[in-house]
């Protein structure tokens, strides 16, 4: 090993770093734009029973797997297991989750990346730059591998200033300027004409849908992508947590300020849609849904800021300041998965090991931008459609049937002396054993046979 492990400095510390790893764009653009295309506040509903009673004992199946080894996630996987089969298994599982948070990482780089070419043109339309604007605002190969790389370096840089003055550090800056930014821009939205009935769209909830199967298997792959689960981010940042803190409530707040933001966020994307379309933009697509991928972000908003007159570029800058906050939160949990595991498995210094891996996966970036038809969707399935979700169940198999109960309820009194006579140790193990292997199960071959 060739340095110390780090350590979050406190409570606050860890909570702004793993919420900002929940908190992106899987909050501010998946979110709201799923709700819009899965039937308004049935979505929400069914997204909001999900997350606490699926994504919750997931996330605390690895915050516990974790804190109680200490370790990068292959070797915290092969800690657990009592005989050879299971610590082999438990690498497996550990490199596939390394492989899986690369690749999410590789992809998440290329739309962050768009991210900040729009936060730079509103500063180049305001210079009168206007055909640098333009450039910026287009689908380029330069342009997406320059801002792209931007992006990759941004996320290097905190990597490798490790997990207290790196991670902690600006996660602690970043995240209340997320949530400053974001209230101001629904203030000034909903003041707007035209938003009272995205919110009614939003808020009211079409209950025919909701015990529609795709609406279930959709809010589920959202829920674990939002809360950042199956690839090892929160047992690595679980790893780096103080004894003396407690696990079930560290958890239960990560998973209120994700949802809750996610719940916000749709107040702001929904309403400005149909301000937008007031202003002209088309908002609904061939299929009648409301449009969602990035023709919403790129196309339909941009007609909102455009309408807005000499607030405009302010409004656009903030909101695409926004974007690129909540990326950049997520990409650098995306990429202390692989870091962890190299630094402590090898002579390599952080700083090294992170522009060795993060320029790997940058290269991976640049081979879906240069072959984007082709393989963007491709990586986006087998990440969040599949590997998710199998890692998923391996995860909690791995909480509930190979660290056994003595060992789990030993590392949960840590931080949490009364545990044993607590709801959550009432529910939690069987839960973790039982229901949520087979529920993810369920939605997951639901989803594939959808
Ligand atoms: N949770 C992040 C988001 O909502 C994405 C993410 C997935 C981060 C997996 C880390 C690991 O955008």
Redesign the pocket.
């Known amino acids: 090993m060739s340095s110390p492990r780090g350590q979050f400095s406190s409570k606050t510390g860890f909570i702004m770093a793993a919420a900002g ?11 709201p734009t799923e709700t819009a295309s899965n039937g308004g506040g049935a979505f929400v509903l069914v997204y909001l029973i999900l997350a606490f009673c699926l994504a919750y004992p997931a996330l605390m199946a690895e915050l516990t797997l974790g804190r109680h080894s200490r370790s990068n996630t292959v070797d915290a996987l092969a800690a657990v297991a009592d005989n050879n089969s299971t610590k082999i298994l438990g690498r497996f599982v550990g490199w596939y989750g390394i492989v ?2 690369s690749l ?2 590789s992809f ?1 780089t290329i739309i962050a990346g768009w991210m900040l070419a729009f936060l730079v043109a509103p500063i180049t339309d305001l210079l009168g730059m206007s055909e640098a604007s333009q450039w910026l605002s287009n689908q380029s190969l330069t342009r997406n591998l320059l801002f792209g790389g931007a992006f990759a370096v941004l996320t290097m840089s905190i990597i490798a200033s490790g997990v207290e003055s790196g991670i902690e550090k600006w996660s602690s800056r970043l995240m209340p300027m997320l949530i400053i930014l974001l209230i101001l821009l629904i203030i000034y939205v909903l003041n707007q004409e035209g938003a009272r009935e995205g919110l009614e769209l939003y808020l009211l909830p079409d209950l025919s849908r909701i015990l529609d199967p795709k609406l279930i298997v959709n809010a589920m792959g959202q829920a ?11 047992m690595v940042y679980g790893s780096y947590l103080k004894k003396e803190e407690s696990l079930p409530r560290l958890g239960a707040i990560v998973t209120t300020v ?1 949802v809750g933001i ?1 719940f916000i966020a749709g107040l702001l994307i929904i309403p400005a849609m149909f301000v937008a379309q007031h202003h002209g933009a088309t908002i609904y697509g061939e299929d009648g849904n409301l449009l969602a991928g990035p023709g919403l972000i790129f196309n339909v908003l941009p007609v909102l800021f455009d309408s807005m007159g000499t607030a405009g570029p302010f409004v656009a800058f903030a909101f695409f300041g926004l974007m690129t906050i ?2 950049v939160t ?2 650098i ?2 990429l202390e ?1 692989p870091v962890s595991r190299v630094v402590e498995s090898s002579e390599l210094s952080r700083p090294k090991a992170t522009l060795l891996i993060g320029g790997l996966i940058f290269l991976i970036s640049a081979t879906i931008i240069a072959n984007f038809d082709q393989l963007f969707g491709l990586v986006v399935d087998f ?2 459609k599949y590997s ?1 979700p199998i890692l998923g169940i391996l995860l909690c198999v791995f909480a509930g049937w190979v660290m056994n109960r003595d060992k789990l309820l030993k590392e949960l009194k840590e931080g949490h002396e009364d545990i044993e006579s607590s709801m959550f140790w009432k529910i939690w193990p069987l839960y973790v054993r039982v229901f949520c292997p087979a529920l993810i199960l369920l939605s997951f071959w639901q989803g594939i046979a959808a």
């Open positions: 790893s929940a908190v992106g764009l899987g909050n501010i653009w998946g979110f899986v948070a999410i990482l998440y674990f992508f939002s809360l950042s689960l199956g690839v090892g981010t929160m994700d996610a909540a990326s997520s990409s949990s995306m998965v990440t969040t998710q």
